[in-house]
T-cell receptor, first 111, second 114 residues
Framework: QKEVEQNSGPLSVPEGAIASLNCTYSDRGSQSFFWYRQYSGKSPELIMSIYSNGDKEDGRFTAQLNKASQYVSLLIRDSQPSDSATYLCAVRVGNNRKLIWGLGTSLAVNP | NAGVTQTPKFRILKIGQSMTLQCTQDMNHNYMYWYRQDPGMGLKLIYYSVGAGITDKGEVPNGYNVSRSTTEDFPLRLELAAPSQTSVYFC?????????????FGSGTQLSVL
């Protein structure tokens, strides 16, 4: 059973702090890794994708991938109240386009 | 661009009724997907399609059917609705290009089966 695991939270951070979200996956054949943000009552939207070991930065967001340890993380610097949402980790295994999704981590950024 | 359009946004069904959730995209994407999301749960893949005329089952296909007669449209059919099908349904699409796997989601359909 291929699995993607995330802490459900809620993760609460003060405004301006760094929020750190973690995701572990079970299948070593996993090739592509994604972080989607989902506001309450809305559909998911992609914020980061990462394919190789190391860090990938995009504005206030940094994705980190460690395939040896089978985890991927998302750092949000200078967290804003507008970052309050559920963050979904998704992993693609092999060459098909089906994703395995985690249950999501709820983030609350307090003003 | 409209992106991915789903209709209806809300629907209440009685047990045993049938309905079709509509999904259309205007981005010429080859890949289309239907997901369901239950409260506090992740996304579960119901069916997906890699192109017109080609569909395949996902993780939770029982009780659903799909068709893909055109690139743009990917309707999801619920036959004999059951309370277990109460959920939020999302349609999504993505490009065939392996360098761009971003999923574009529709706004969702909230379905209640009573």
């Amino acid at each position: 059973q291929k699995e993607v695991e995330q802490n459900s939270g809620p993760l609460s951070v003060p405004e301006g702090a760094i929020a750190s979200l973690n995701c572990t996956y079970s299948d070593r054949g996993s090739q592509s890794f994604f972080w989607y943000r989902q506001y309450s009552g809305k559909s998911p939207e992609l914020i980061m994708s990462i394919y190789s070991n190391g860090d990938k930065e995009d504005g206030r967001f940094t994705a980190q991938l460690n395939k040896a340890s089978q985890y991927v993380s998302l750092l949000i610097r200078d967290s804003q109240p507008s970052d309050s949402a559920t963050y979904l980790c998704a992993v693609r295994v092999g060459n098909n386009r089906k994703l395995i999704w985690g249950l999501g981590t709820s983030l609350a950024v307090n003003p | 661009n409209a992106g991915v359009t789903q209709t209806p946004k809300f629907r209440i069904l009685k047990i045993g009724q049938s309905m079709t959730l509509q999904c259309t995209q205007d981005m010429n994407h080859n890949y289309m997907y239907w997901y369901r999301q239950d409260p506090g749960m992740g996304l579960k893949l119901i069916y997906y399609s890699v192109g017109a005329g080609i569909t395949d089952k996902g993780e939770v296909p029982n009780g659903y059917n799909v068709s893909r007669s055109t690139t743009e449209d990917f309707p999801l059919r619920l036959e004999l609705a059951a309370p277990s099908q109460t959920s939020v349904y999302f349609c999504a699409s993505s490009s065939k290009r392996t360098t761009n796997e971003k999923l574009f989601f529709g706004s969702g359909t909230q379905l209640s089966v009573l």
